[in-house]
């Protein structure tokens, strides 16, 4: 029963999920400079340059923005989460940069993005929605998308999503996310998370 209340209060992606007690979520979602290499691989990777436009779908308090900014200042960035309160105490440089908002309706023209990101972000919708996020990442990008989700292999690998996860809605063997990435028309790169 804690446990399902536990979940409840995660899924509103409050205080509680960022800044309250780990069995709630992160437990402090704070800056430790953990995304500085991952910009960078990322920037190497996508050779994205000064001019590339860069988004971050589920941005949360936008670390890993504000870590392309350092490595790339003059490049055009842009953030969406669901939460409120994780865009209004998202890192200062970045907060203008942050919009409130949902992956299934992104607030952008079409292939306004270099690169659009969604790490652990999309698994968190319904599974016609995450179909809908991805048509959405895929028709913003004009080159290249990055999306990591929630998925396994084995019996045993589900059955610990399952005692662990808090949020994701859509968590499938990486058989049926390769199959929902195609019905989606999504044809970016992808990365699974899943508990070994």
Not at 86 to 109: D, F, H, Q, S, T
Request: net charge negative.
């Amino acid at each position: 029963m804690a446990i399902q209340a536990d979940r409840e209060l995660a899924c509103r992606f409050g205080r509680e999920y960022f800044d309250g007690p780990r069995t709630q979520g992160y437990g402090g979602y704070v800056y430790d400079g953990r995304w500085k290499p991952v910009a960078r691989r990322m920037a190497e990777h996508y050779q994205l340059d000064e001019s590339a436009r860069i988004l971050d779908v589920g941005c949360a308090k936008g670390f890993l923005l504000h870590d392309f900014m350092e490595l790339l200042p003059k490049a055009t960035l842009a953030g969406l989460d669901i939460s409120e309160y994780a865009v209004l105490n998202a890192m200062e440089r970045v907060r203008p940069l942050l919009r409130v908002g949902n992956a299934k309706e992104l607030p952008w023209p079409d292939h306004s993005f270099d690169l659009v990101l969604a790490i652990n972000t999309i698994h968190n919708l319904q599974l016609s929605e995450c179909k809908q996020a991805l048509r959405e990442i895929q028709r913003v990008s004009r080159k290249h998308a990055y999306v990591v989700v929630d998925a396994y292999r084995t019996e045993a690998q589900r059955q610990r999503l399952l005692e662990w996860i808090l949020t994701a809605k859509t968590f499938l063997h990486v058989e049926e996310w390769k199959q929902l990435f195609q019905e989606a028309g999504y044809s970016g790169d992808y990365y699974w998370f899943i508990l070994e």
